[in-house]
Nanobody, 124 residues
Framework: QVTLVESGGGLVQAGGSLRLSCAVSGRTEYVAAMAWFRQSAGKEREFVSGISYNGGYTDVAESVKGRFFVSRNNAKNEAYLELDILKPEETAVYYC?????????????????WGQGTQVTVSS
């Protein structure tokens, strides 16, 4: 069994920054590519950013390009999401997902492993 645990969420003013972390434990060999999704109240979960197993490939949603940055440290079994210039409409629960293949997907349905999420609240 593999477990993902997100951390780093919180309350921040518009224009501020946060750094989210996702720690992988247990059968870590089951997780290769990783991605971040978010879900606002009343909306569907949406793709934010993903990273390949070796970190050489990243995919970023257009809405956050240039403001959010994904990275990982395989020695620590962790992935990160740097959120800069946050907007109030980006208030959401941010989830980390894991795939057993090397490259991330923008499709939520392909992810078998998820963390419990971390709340990000951006005040205006």
């Amino acid at each position: 069994q593999v477990t993902l645990v997100e951390s780093g969420g919180g309350l921040v003013q518009a224009g501020g920054s946060l750094r989210l972390s996702c720690a992988v434990s247990g059968r870590t060999e089951y997780v290769a590519a990783m991605a971040w999704f978010r879900q606002s109240a009343g909306k569907e979960r949406e793709f934010v950013s993903g990273i390949s197993y070796n970190g050489g490939y990243t995919d970023v949603a257009e809405s956050v390009k240039g403001r959010f940055f994904v990275s990982r440290n395989n020695a620590k079994n962790e992935a990160y999401l740097e959120l800069d210039i946050l907007k109030p409409e980006e208030t959401a629960v941010y989830y980390c997902g894991g795939l057993s293949r090397d490259y991330p997907s923008r499709s939520e349905a392909e992810y078998a492993t998820w963390g419990q999420g971390t709340q990000v609240t951006v005040s205006s």
